[in-house]
Nanobody, 126 residues
Framework: QVQLVESGGGLVQAGGSLRLSCAASGRTVSSNTMGWFRQAPGKEREFVAAISWSGGRTAYVDSVKGRFTISRDNAKNTVYLQMNSLKPEDTAVYYC???????????????????WGQGTQVTVSS
């Protein structure tokens, strides 16, 4: 069975940084697109970033461009989200997700992702 476990969330002041990690188990996701999503209270889950299996292609929601960086280490089956210059608006539960389907193009819709972690809380104070 595929398991995704996030870590690295916590409390941070505005302008600070955090690095989230997602440890994946199961060969079915080892070469697939991986993504990060977040959900704040009262809002729908939204796409944050995605990365292709090779790391050669990435995508970001406009609100985090220039501040967040997604990366992956396939040898460790781990995906990272480096978050810099954090803002209170970034406060949310962050979820790691895996697309189980081999695709020519990455997808940003949550419906395209089949496996999800339990989430890690990120709280940015001002």
């Amino acid at each position: 069975q595929v398991q995704l476990v996030e870590s690295g969330g916590g409390l941070v002041q505005a302008g600070g940084s955090l690095r989230l990690s997602c440890a994946a188990s199961g060969r079915t996701v080892s070469s697939n697109t991986m993504g990060w999503f977040r959900q704040a209270p009262g809002k729908e889950r939204e796409f944050v970033a995605a990365i292709s299996w090779s790391g050669g292609r990435t995508a970001y929601v406009d609100s985090v461009k220039g501040r967040f960086t997604i990366s992956r280490d396939n040898a460790k089956n781990t995906v990272y989200l480096q978050m810099n210059s954090l803002k209170p608006e970034d406060t949310a539960v962050y979820y790691c997700a895996a697309d189980a389907t081999q695709r020519m193009r990455m997808q940003i819709g949550s419906r395209f992702y089949d496996y999800w972690g339990q989430g890690t809380q990120v709280t940015v104070s001002s």
